[in-house]
């Protein structure tokens, strides 16, 4: 199977990486910090080595209690001292399986929206990211943390997701309200074709608004990920 540039967060506990490794080329691994530990690294590095897909780190707010899903009250220094951890025990990880490189860093969850939108977290998450030689990073269009890697010479690939539904201001929708996810092959095919073809994606006001997609996300813990893959696969191949 011909794969596309999707990637997916993995190792979270969610236990489906069989089943969604052979539809990705990337995959960002949890590194401690909202899960995860030697174990399941070793096991997800391992998996995605079989497959052929690249591996990132996956760090975040070390807040194992939410998930990484609510903004922590942490200082700068503690914050960059456990990114630093998290991705160097990945890194430490790699280099016993014999890869020495990580593919890319991609914050998780609370972390990845402040970077979106403060520029002291996410200078921090570069200054971090920089002491990893030659590692670029996922991360949104249009968003602080992007805007501040180029500026530092860190390569920034730009990340949609094809299961998380946007607003007008490029913001997810908050997953407490019923209309965040999109759970539809078909429409996960439409919009990712839309983003490489036009450079446009639909919000859920059904707003048409600019964007750039380097690389598409589908998250592991979404409801059948596997599943609607393989129909966005299917939906996306159709007409070939």
């Given at each position: 199977m011909k794969r596309l540039k999707i990637n997916s967060d993995v190792g979270e506990g969610v236990f489906k990486e069989g089943a969604l490794m052979p539809y990705l080329n990337a995959c960002s691994i949890a590194c401690g910090g909202h899960y995860g530990n030697e174990h399941t690294m070793i096991k997800t590095a391992k998996l995605a080595m079989s497959y052929g897909v690249k591996i990132g780190a996956h760090p975040s707010?070390?807040?194992k209690t939410n998930f990484g899903r609510k903004e922590m009250l942490i200082s700068i220094g503690d914050l960059?001292?456990?990114?630093?951890?998290q991705i160097s025990s990945l890194l430490l990880i790699l280099n016993n399986l014999g890869v020495y490189k990580l593919d890319h860093i991609k914050a998780?969850?609370?972390?990845?929206?402040?970077?979106?939108?403060d520029d002291k977290i996410a200078k921090s998450?570069?200054?971090?990211?920089?002491?990893?030689?030659?590692?670029?990073?996922?991360?949104?269009y249009k968003s602080v943390v992007s805007k501040i890697a180029e500026k530092h010479g860190v390569k920034v690939d730009y990340e949609v997701f094809l299961d998380?539904?946007?607003?007008?201001?490029?913001?997810?929708?908050?997953?407490?309200?019923?209309?965040?996810?999109?759970e539809n092959g078909?429409?996960?095919s439409n919009r990712y074709k839309m983003v490489v073809n036009e450079s446009k994606i639909k919000t859920i006001s059904n707003s048409l608004i600019d964007i750039v997609g380097d690389t598409f996300c589908v998250h592991s813990d979404t409801k059948n990920s596997?599943?609607?893959?393989?129909?966005?696969?299917e939906n996306y191949f159709s007409n070939d």
């Open positions: 707010y070390p807040d960059k001292d456990s990114l630093y951890d998780h969850g609370a972390l990845y929206h402040k970077c979106f939108v998450f570069i200054e971090v990211v920089k002491s990893f030689k030659n590692v670029k990073i996922l991360a949104p998380r539904n946007y607003n007008d201001d490029y913001s997810l929708v908050s997953r407490a309200e019923t209309n965040s996810m999109l078909l429409e996960m596997h599943l609607l893959l393989n129909n966005f696969y």
